[in-house]
T-cell receptor, first 113, second 113 residues
Framework: QQQVKQSPQSLIVQKGGIPIINCAYE??????FPWYQQFPGKGPALLIA?????SEKKEGRFTISFNKSAKQFSLHIMDSQPGDSATYFC????????????FGAGTILRVKS | DVKVTQSSRYLVKRTGEKVFLECVQD?????MFWYRQDPGLGLRLIYF???????EKGDIPEGYSVSREKKERFSLILESASTNQTSMYLC????????????FGQGTRLTVV
C-alpha cells in the first residue's frame, strides 16, 4: 500500500495556537517522511523531514513527532503566526523506488491574527 | 539557489489539442517528476524519470506521456487534452540519494476548454 492519509482537511487557529496535522501510512518500508509547505501561487517547498529511526525532530517552531509502531507522524507548529497560513502536505518515500514522494491530501491552515 | 523552472504559469487549451509542458532544473539532479495537484487529492505522481531517456509510470499515467532527452529537461505531453485534465501541474527534481529533498517548480495551471 502506497497511500498516506492526512487529516484534518482544513484547520483554523488563533495566533499563538499550536496546530497539529496528522498523517498515517501503510507501507512500513518507507524510509523518509518530509513535510512540505505551499503558499498560494507557489510550488511546495520542504519544511522539515524525519527518518523512521527518530521519534521527534524540531526545527525552529516546527516539530515532527513520529510513531513507528502506529505508522503515524504529525506536524506541530508552535506559536503559530499568520505567516504560517498555507497548505501543508505530509509525504513518504522510499529510496529503492527512486525517492518518489507519496503525498497526503493536504491541510489548509489559516492562522487568525 | 536550486531552480526548477516550468515554462508556463497559465495555459488554456482546447479539447483534443496536443499539449507540451516543459520543465528545466539547474542542479544536475538525476530524478525528475511530474505531479498533478487537485483540491482534496494532494499531489499525485504522473511520471518520473531517474536518468536521461528513462521513464517510469506513476500512479495516474493515463492520457500522458513524457520525454527526457537531456538531463536538465523533462517534458510532460498530453496527447489529446481533455477537460478532466484541467489541473495544476507541478514538476520536481531531486538527487537519487537517501533522504534527499525534492525541489518543485512554481506550477502550471492548465485549463482545457
Amino acid at each position: 500500500q502506497q497511500q498516506v492519509k492526512q487529516s484534518p482537511q482544513s484547520l483554523i487557529v488563533q495566533k499563538g495556537g499550536i496546530p497539529i496535522i496528522n498523517c498515517a501510512y501503510e507501507n512500513t518500508a518507507f524510509d523518509y517522511f518530509p513535510w512540505y509547505q505551499q503558499f498560494p501561487g507557489k510550488g511546495p517547498a520542504l519544511l522539515i523531514a524525519i527518518r523512521p529511526d527518530v521519534s521527534e525532530k524540531k526545527e525552529g517552531r516546527f516539530t515532527i513527532s513520529f510513531n513507528k509502531s502506529a505508522k503515524q507522524f504529525s506536524l506541530h507548529i508552535m506559536d503559530s503566526q499568520p505567516g504560517d497560513s498555507a497548505t501543508y502536505f505530509c509525504a513518504a518515500s522510499l529510496m529503492e523506488y527512486g525517492n518518489k514522494l507519496v503525498f497526503g491530501a493536504g491541510t489548509i491552515l489559516r492562522v487568525k491574527s | 539557489d536550486v531552480k526548477v523552472t516550468q515554462s508556463s504559469r497559465y495555459l488554456v487549451k482546447r479539447t483534443g489539442e496536443k499539449v507540451f509542458l516543459e520543465c528545466v532544473q539547474d542542479m544536475d539532479h538525476e530524478n525528475m517528476f511530474w505531479y498533478r495537484q487537485d483540491p482534496g487529492l494532494g499531489l499525485r505522481l504522473i511520471y518520473f524519470s531517474y536518468d536521461v531517456k528513462m521513464k517510469e509510470k506513476g500512479d495516474i499515467p493515463e492520457g500522458y506521456s513524457v520525454s527526457r532527452e537531456k538531463k536538465e529537461r523533462f517534458s510532460l505531453i498530453l496527447e489529446s487534452a481533455s477537460t478532466n485534465q484541467t489541473s495544476m501541474y507541478l514538476c520536481a527534481s531531486s538527487f537519487n540519494d537517501l533522504n534527499t529533498e525534492a525541489f518543485f517548480g512554481q506550477g502550471t495551471r492548465l485549463t482545457v476548454v
